[in-house]
């Protein structure tokens, strides 16, 4: 089949998500996919012109080896406010000609004003939106979120389909307009391959000067103010005379990043809070082999709420526990006993931490969750995919 995918994010450089995993996958099995995107990391780059020029990707490829995505990047105008204005323009025009040149069975959306556009410009061509988030919550301005809302429940209703993540946000569409009966949850999944227990971390313990006795707390991902990072950073630094062999790992960027630089320099952590920037995804099970316990520490904010990050199946897949802040969405897709261990609020890592290492149950509580998560096989949850979209586009003959 050939599948349209619109989106309001940087489908090249964000990721991989469940998205790039599943629609690579999909390419694989031989299935076209053409994605179009929106620069939102546009303030980063260097190039300051005003107005960007439309870019086409061919054989886009960041999770699994073989994939191929065509990605169309409409031109915007690169200013605050007009960029959203420009898109509403600049993508109608791209659907359109897209619904003629290309001529998808079905479309995707990810995103809010794309999905609203290609809903209407669809005609005969079933929607399927695509929710991994609690998408009118991430707007950067509030003064936007309920215009927001008002357009990605709109869209929940006009969908021929909706496919989320988890039983949480299951019931966040349905609560925003989404059909019970055409709502479906696809999880995420693991490469068991790719995510083996057995890897060895030496590599990197020795690139980043981890000795053996040295327990490591693991983050990989956006460095975001509502991560709890900057908390379990401070928190080391209070108990660092008693437990010195505690290391923080975190790999990736975000806005946390420049304050837990300067709580690793006030407290002389240069040597116990290790910062790696964004690492390539290949190395990642790397770093994870490196670890022993990892960490999902968010608060429970509108953000975070209904969620579970792919990172989490990945943790689990690689044997390590996961210490994670009381998360519904998180807490409603693992349960207790799984290798999961909850606590109240980010400043409490560090001492569950010390419980785990006191009890001798990490390694106990690994086996716990790679146990949990390998019933989620990737070539699984792209057949259940692949029977929702086979099963609109017949609806829709």
Do not use: W
């Given at each position: 089949m050939k599948i349209l995918i619109v989106q309001e994010s940087d489908w090249v450089e964000k990721g991989p998500h469940q998205s790039h995993h599943l629609m690579e996958r999909m390419s694989k099995k031989g299935h076209e996919v053409c994605v179009i995107d929106y620069e939102i990391l546009w303030r980063l780059h260097e190039d300051k012109s005003l107005i960007s020029a439309r870019k086409v990707f061919k054989n886009e490829c960041k999770a699994v080896e073989g994939g191929n995505i065509t990605v169309i990047r409409p031109s915007i105008v690169k200013f605050p406010v007009l960029d959203y204005v420009s898109l509403l323009y600049t993508h109608r025009k791209e659907i359109k000609k897209q619904l003629d040149e290309f001529n998808p069975d079905v479309i995707i959306g990810f995103g809010i004003l794309?999905?609203?556009?290609?809903?209407?410009?669809?005609?005969?061509?079933?929607?399927?939106?695509?929710?991994?988030?609690?998408?009118?919550?991430?707007?950067?301005?509030?003064?936007?979120?309920?215009?927001?809302?008002?357009?990605?429940?709109?869209?929940?209703?006009?969908?021929?389909?909706?496919?989320?993540?988890?039983?949480?946000?299951?019931?966040?569409?349905?609560?925003?307009?989404?059909?019970?009966?055409?709502?479906?949850?696809?999880?995420?999944?693991?490469?068991?391959?790719?995510?083996?227990?057995?890897?060895?971390?030496?590599?990197?313990?020795?690139?980043?000067?981890?000795?053996?006795?040295?327990?490591?707390?693991?983050?990989?991902?956006?460095?975001?103010?509502?991560?709890?990072?900057?908390?379990?950073?401070?928190?080391?630094?209070?108990?660092?005379?008693?437990?010195?062999?505690?290391?923080?790992?975190?790999?990736?960027?975000?806005?946390?990043?420049?304050?837990?630089?300067?709580?690793?320099?006030?407290?002389?952590?240069?040597?116990?809070?290790?910062?790696?920037?964004?690492?390539?995804?290949?190395?990642?099970?790397?770093?994870?082999?490196?670890?022993?316990?990892?960490?999902?520490?968010?608060y429970n904010n509108e953000i975070m709420r209904d969620i579970v990050p792919i990172k989490m199946y990945e943790y689990m897949a690689m044997g390590k526990p996961v210490i994670a802040t009381k998360l519904p969405g998180v807490m409603k897709e693992f349960g207790k006993d799984h290798g999961v261990i909850y606590v109240d609020k980010p400043e409490d890592v560090l001492k569950k931490a010390v419980e785990l290492i006191e009890r001798g149950s990490i390694k106990e509580e690994g086996r716990k969750a790679r146990g949990f998560v390998e019933k989620y096989n990737w070539d699984d949850l792209v057949d259940e995919f692949e029977g929702i979209l086979e099963g609109v586009i017949e609806d829709n003959f």
């Open positions: 794309n999905a609203m556009l290609a809903i209407r410009l669809a005609r005969k061509t079933p929607f399927v939106y695509y929710i991994i988030d609690s998408l009118h919550r991430l707007v950067p301005k509030k003064t936007f979120q309920s215009l927001a809302k008002y357009i990605e429940s709109k869209n929940m209703k006009k969908a021929n389909r909706v496919v989320v993540i988890n039983e949480q946000l299951k019931d966040y569409a349905i609560n925003m307009g989404a059909n019970p009966e055409k709502t479906y949850v696809v999880r995420a999944g693991i490469d068991a391959e790719r995510y083996d227990p057995n890897i060895d971390g030496g590599e990197i313990r020795r690139e980043y000067g981890i000795k053996d006795d040295d327990i490591v707390l693991f983050f990989m991902g956006t460095l975001f103010n509502f991560s709890g990072l900057k908390e379990v950073a401070t928190e080391l630094a209070k108990i660092k005379d008693e437990k010195p062999n505690i290391k923080l790992l975190f790999v990736g960027k975000g806005d946390a990043l420049e304050d837990i630089q300067k709580i690793r320099e006030e407290h002389h952590l240069e040597n116990r809070i290790i910062l790696t920037g964004r690492q390539p995804f290949k190395r990642i099970p790397k770093f994870l082999a490196a670890a022993d316990i990892c960490l999902l520490p968010a």
